[in-house]
DNA sequence: TTTATATAATAACACTGTTATTTAATGCGC
DNA sequence: GCGCATTAAATAACAGTGTTATTATATAAA
């Protein structure tokens, strides 16, 4: 299988990460079959068949896995992203993403939870996890980059109407709780121009 | 104080009412300043200075109680939507609700975690507490409804333009993963024609 | 081979929501 | 006013949680 010989420190190293990875798929299969609040150390250390010690040392606590599963959510959003045919009209392109953001979340509503729900209590993401959130949101912002035009429209009524604005209103507030957005000072300013431009 | 003679049923269901209404406060205290986790039975009726049985008794459950802080938090948007004096143009009469909106959800963000932010574990909304808060949201329906006239808009960069995006996004999937969509088959639709609509 | 070190298992601590059991207090008929 | 039935509250227990101190056990170095 393997004629290289490698060092001990290497084995361990390696057969740590081996670890790390079915356990945390194992964690996956917990939140997706059962929820968040299923997911507990001492069933995760029974699956896995070790002691819950071991979590303990490679993942420093229970948000340690969280966080893991929270850019574990980035990652398949981000792996979405990737996978989708770059289209050539940009407002086109701009609607596969979201279209794809809300495929992903459908998907695996509870990453979605980890990753804008609090779907675990005293869980806040790590500085490293929330930078790789936003990286893989970046698509997105290039996408618009490059679009910045803008098509036609059809009248909805107003009882859609005012769902919108209020997903607007909604996303918006949650997005800035989550402490998603760069310049906190700009946040007002957006929020009154998203409002103005899903208001036609 | 009170010469009217009241019976003992009523005078128990009286008692039973501040007693609920003062533990609430008592709730609410607790969440604003340590958050939803910090939260316990046990805590509660040490608080009250009772057994955990009354609150068991009064509510039902944990989940109980933080259906009345569900509803609790939803009042409160209806308390600050009734305060707003009513603009002459639709369009800031909009803004003015949106704008209350978002003040109610960062000065009670623990409230706004309960009511979409599944701040509880295995906590979902009552039925009629959800339709409370779609009462709650009715103002905005209302004046969504009068407004339908569109206003001017300057450009805004292009990172902020795709915050927005993601805002509208994160909204509207949350809002349907919480189930607040009266007509699951229109999301999809109603979805694509904000995110056009944002994006001009 | 013996010693030092790092890793894992056991068991315990301080909690949680919930409930069965026991105890106290209350309202009603006589 | 007294005894009984009912209702409500307190105590204590059950089953579970995250976390950690302690103990034992392997592994690596000398």
Redesign the pocket.
């Known amino acids: 299988m393997k004629d290289v010989p490698i060092s ?2 290497e ?2 190293e390696q ?2 990460q081996v ?1 790390m990875d079915t356990l945390l798929r194992l964690a996956t299969n917990v939140i997706v079959n059962e929820g968040a609040a ?8 029974q699956m896995a ?10 993942f ?5 896995i969280i966080d893991a599963l929270f850019v574990d959510g980035f990652r398949r959003l981000e792996t979405a992203h990737a996978a989708l045919p770059v289209s050539a009209d940009p407002l086109q392109r701009i609607l596969d993403l979201c279209l794809a953001y809300r495929q992903v979340a459908l998907m695996y509503p509870t990453h979605y939870a980890i990753m804008f729900g609090n779907a675990v209590p ?1 869980y806040t993401p790590s500085d490293a996890s929330k930078q790789f959130a936003l990286k893989a949101m970046q698509p997105l912002q290039e996408a618009v980059a490059a679009a910045m035009e803008a098509t036609a429209l059809n009248n909805p009524s107003a009882a859609e109407m005012a769902m919108m604005v209020w997903s607007v209103a909604h996303g918006f507030v949650s997005l800035e709780l989550a402490a998603m957005f760069p310049h906190p000072e700009r946040t007002e300013a957006m929020y009154v121009a998203a409002l103005k431009r899903i208001l036609r």
């Open positions: 001990y420190q084995a361990r057969g740590q670890l299923a997911l507990s150390m001492r069933k995760l250390a068949g070790c002691s819950t010690t071991v979590l303990y040392n490679l420093g606590a229970k948000n340690g005293d």
